[in-house]
């Protein structure tokens, strides 16, 4: 009994020195464990869970405002079209001769501008065609009319008879930024209501692709998949605002290859109101002839300057003429905003209309010279 209960007794008393002695050798490694479990625990109360950036939302907010647009010409149009140009036998066969023209069609895309049924979609679109049908996300179908057309902008307006459609928040372009992601919405190849995303790429890109010598092209580039079918369709940014119509793409083969390019939204507001109001785009110019500065035309006019618009010429009794600008004028601001190219001046002339004045900052042979002018019809 007497050894049982030593055995017992110096087990305890083994048991607590053994215990003390480890308390006493590994304070630190107890110390470091529960140090970094309460880090873990202080993490996983803290940090949100990652979840993948994604255009779930920009889509479907942007889906059932963009419709899907087939626009054909008739007959007796056609053979109006046709009777218009030069007929090549027309000295042999007589003025009366004429061929049977093959009708035009085309499909694209269009963007809901309101409730009641307007709708913004590019000029080459629908500029050719007396007869537009829409169909809206939905499914139902309409046969439009063609409110106004304005080539110089490749931008035209139609109208169906509904009520209660969808509406894009239009967003500002001029807050866009190289680099951000951007969603392109449209029918490529017939394909309805098809999203693809890629980034702005560039702003003010002037491509020559309007053969009008009074184009208006200041371009948003982007590298989201753009084709055939696309045209008109909306340009959104990542929270589904529209930022611009896409128009055309930069390509050898007439479809996708790399570069899309798309009409800024800010741009497009001041020349759809104008064609619902007045039916057609009250333009106004400044009446010069321009050209980007470069560093050899700045040191042949004297000037430590990289950036802005050289007047190479004025038109007589031109807007600009009559508010005394000069031919080698730099015009750097409109309104308090920089111009760093032709395309970015006429984007922003071409958001005013006659009789605006606009106020320009003008560097003249070094001297800066502020100077309002108001815009006249072209």
Not at 51 to 66: D, L, R, Y
Not at 167 to 196: C, H, K, Y
Not at 349 to 365: H, M, P, Q, S
């Amino acid at each position: 009994m007497k050894n049982l209960l030593s055995l017992i007794f110096a087990g305890v008393v083994g048991g607590f020195i053994a215990l003390s002695f480890s308390k006493m050798v590994a304070p630190d490694h107890a110390t470091v464990s529960e140090v970094a479990t309460n880090h873990a625990r202080q993490v996983n109360l803290n940090t949100k869970p990652v979840v993948g950036f994604n255009f779930i939302e920009a889509s479907e907010k942007a889906m059932p405002c963009v419709v899907h647009i087939s626009a054909a010409e008739s007959k007796t149009l056609a053979n109006k079209r046709r009777q218009n140009q030069r007929e090549p036998y027309s000295w042999f066969f007589g003025d009366g001769f004429s061929f049977e023209s093959p009708q035009k069609e085309g499909t694209g895309s269009g963007v809901i501008l309101s409730e009641d049924g307007y709708i913004v979609t590019n000029n080459h679109v629908v500029g050719f065609a007396d007869k537009v049908d829409v169909t809206l996300y939905d499914n139902r179908k309409f046969q439009a009319t063609i409110v106004g057309k304005d080539p110089q902008s490749d931008l035209a307006v139609l109208k169906i008879e509904a009520r209660g459609l969808p509406v894009l928040q239009r967003g500002d372009s001029d807050m866009a930024r190289i680099g951000e992601w951007v969603l392109a919405v449209g029918n490529p190849f017939d394909l309805t209501s098809t999203v693809t995303a890629g980034i702005i790429s560039a702003k003010g890109r002037d491509i020559n692709v309007n053969d009008d010598k009074r184009a208006i092209e200041s371009f948003i580039q982007t590298d989201a998949a753009v084709n055939p079918g696309n045209s008109g369709g909306a340009l959104v940014d990542a929270q589904g605002r529209l930022i611009g119509i896409n128009t055309a793409i930069a390509s050898r083969t007439g479809s996708y290859a790399g570069y899309s390019f798309a009409i800024p939204v800010n741009i497009m507001n001041k020349i759809v109101d104008d064609i619902i109001e007045y039916g057609s785009y009250q333009r106004g110019f400044l009446g010069v002839n321009i050209v980007d500065i470069d560093s050899d035309l700045a040191g042949e006019l004297g000037l430590d300057i990289s950036q802005g618009v050289v007047i190479e010429g004025l038109a007589d009794g031109g807007a600009a003429a009559s508010a005394g600008l000069l031919p080698n004028d730099v015009i750097t601001e409109v309104d308090g905003k920089m111009v760093k190219s032709a395309p970015e001046l006429q984007e922003l002339i071409g958001r005013a209309k006659v009789g605006d004045v606009v106020n320009l900052t003008v560097n003249r042979f070094g001297q800066i010279k502020y100077i309002s002018v108001k815009l006249k019809a072209g």
